[in-house]
């Protein structure tokens, strides 16, 4: 079993910044990549960033320069660091955890950029 727990969303202002967190446990073995999208209302999951067990980073060009994307493998743990934050960017983020074995999902966090 794998377990994906997140943290750090909320309401923040436009121009402000969120870290969020997400943690794995459970049978992680292998080479894996870590990463999180995001879904609006009545818009589709897209990938927000990922990143690899060697540490190269993908990111949407909408969060290019803004988002960063990092991991600890100690803690089995990646974050996103959002800066910049615009009302497009307020959907909920879930994260994502590929292992050879399968892919498995976050419960969601909601991020609210909103004056």
């Known amino acids: 079993q794998v377990q994906l727990v997140e943290s750090g969303g909320g309401l923040v202002q436009p121009g402000g910044s969120l870290r969020l967190s997400c943690a794995a446990s459970?049978?992680?073995?292998?080479?894996?990549?870590m990463g999180w999208y995001r879904q609006a209302p009545e818009k589709q999951r897209e990938l927000v960033a990922a990143?690899?067990?060697?540490?190269?980073?993908n990111y949407a060009d909408s969060v290019k320069g803004r988002f960063t994307i990092s991991r600890d493998n100690a803690k089995n743990t990646v974050y996103l660091q959002m800066n910049s934050l615009k009302p497009e960017d307020t959907a909920v983020y879930y994260c994502?955890?590929?292992?050879?074995?399968?892919?498995?999902w976050g419960q969601g966090t909601q991020v609210t950029v909103s004056s």
């Open positions: 990143i690899t067990s060697g540490d190269s980073t």
């Open positions: 459970g049978s992680i073995f292998g080479i894996y990549v």
């Open positions: 994502n955890l590929v292992l050879v074995a399968g892919t498995y």
